[in-house]
């Protein structure tokens, strides 16, 4: 019989928790459910685990505790909350990988936590490597923890370099599919609402990533995550537009050959592949049909409409903390516009006036990330209009 492999789901109440524990629901026999973390979803979050009967769930949010203890009081599920239980609960002995699906910066701590207790990592959160990647890797590599990509991209290049361990990237090509503005100008940006830009054309995905993929700084964070994940330099990381998002990223080799990897846009396929590597696992989701689609198209994206994706693109060559200090104004700002505190286009405007502002350091300790994260989100906070 094969040993199931026991899953921390940080960030289960998400758009990628969900559709993670549907693929684990569907493989009972290989997968099961140990941890479950939510930020603020208290109600989600009991069902769950009232579902797949973890060893412990976290709840953020500590006003709630009360709430998911009572729920789950004639369960053995053990309950925690607060930020620093996610960091505690890391660190048991309960689990084998950790799917990290929790959005934004808040997801570094518990990841970094799950490394050093020599735990495998599928990474769904972009920003752990945005914010501290050289930290992340040589923690991993000192650590001997495979991390295995879950964004759809990421997971794309990771793909294509299987068997290619001794054949050098000339360069990737990260494919976006433009967003719901592809081919808009400025003129038409300045009226845009929030309904608007979570209309994304062909991925299901939560609020803050829909926003970023609208603004172009979800393909920047990217870039970035990318270089670490695959220890690039910036020169070897492209951006192409691909409207259909059918090729999820491309990897060039030395030779001019390049290698894609395709699909239809589901993210439960990188999902389940993160969670079951090295092992293919067969599935009834729908099949990509070659008759079916005339056409895939490619373009240059528009970097003087879309400004976030040239200052995350300035981030990734500059290095040290300013991927951080952007990072953590983008936070800021996209909350800020998903409440209508701010424009569509006042959320690069934030980013940039934030960068500038931020003390640059070119080898930042843990700390000092810490440091700039929390300085960038109070100057960024500073600029919205009251």
Not at 361 to 371: A, D, H, K, R, W
Request: with cysteine; aromatic share 8%.
């Amino acid at each position: 019989m094969i040993k199931q492999k026991r899953i921390a789901l940080f960030g289960s109440t998400g758009s990628i928790g969900k559709q993670a524990l549907e693929v684990i629901a569907a493989n009972t026999d290989k997968f099961s459910v140990e941890i479950l973390t939510a930020q603020t979803n208290d109600v989600l979050l009991v069902q769950q685990a009232l579902q797949f009967n973890p060893n412990c769930v976290v709840i953020a949010d500590e006003r709630k505790y009360a709430t998911v203890k009572e729920a789950l009081a004639h369960t053995h599920v053990k309950v925690f909350a607060g930020e620093k239980a996610l960091e505690e609960v890391a660190a048991m002995n309960c689990y084998d990988m950790m799917l990290a699906a929790i959005v934004g910066y808040a997801g570094l701590k518990p990841t970094l936590t799950a490394i050093q207790h020599n735990k495998a990592i599928a990474l769904a959160n972009k920003e752990t490597l945005v914010v501290a990647g050289d930290i992340i890797m040589q923690e991993a590599l000192k650590h001997k923890v495979p991390i295995i990509p879950v964004d759809s991209e990421h997971s794309a290049i990771f793909q294509c370099l299987i068997g290619e361990t001794n054949n050098p990237i000339e360069k990737i090509i990260l494919t976006a599919s433009g967003g719901p503005f592809l081919g808009k100008k400025p003129n038409f940006l300045v009226n845009v609402k929030k309904e608007h830009a979570l209309q994304h054309p062909n991925w299901s995905m939560g609020a803050k990533i829909s926003i970023d993929s609208a603004t172009l700084m979800n393909k920047g964070l990217e870039m970035i995550e990318a270089k670490w994940l695959f220890n690039l330099h910036a020169s070897q990381i492209q951006v192409v537009i691909h409207p259909q998002s059918i090729i999820h990223s491309m990897v060039q080799f030395e030779d001019g050959s390049i290698k894609a990897q395709m699909g239809l846009p589901d993210m439960k396929l990188p999902i389940q592949y993160a969670l079951g590597f090295p092992k293919r696992i067969p599935n009834q989701f729908p099949r990509f049909d070659f008759k079916k689609t005339s056409t895939l198209q490619f373009e240059e994206p528009d970097m003087r409409t879309f400004r976030n994706l040239a200052l995350a693109t300035e981030a990734l060559y500059k290095g040290g903390n300013l991927p951080c200090v952007m990072n953590a104004a983008n936070e800021i700002a996209v909350y800020a516009f998903l409440r209508n505190r701010i424009g569509f286009l006042d959320i690069t405007e934030m980013i940039e006036q934030t960068m500038n502002k931020i003390t640059f350091i070119e080898q930042p300790t843990l700390n000092e990330y810490f440091e700039s994260d929390a300085e960038a989100r109070n100057f960024a906070a500073s600029l919205i209009q009251l």
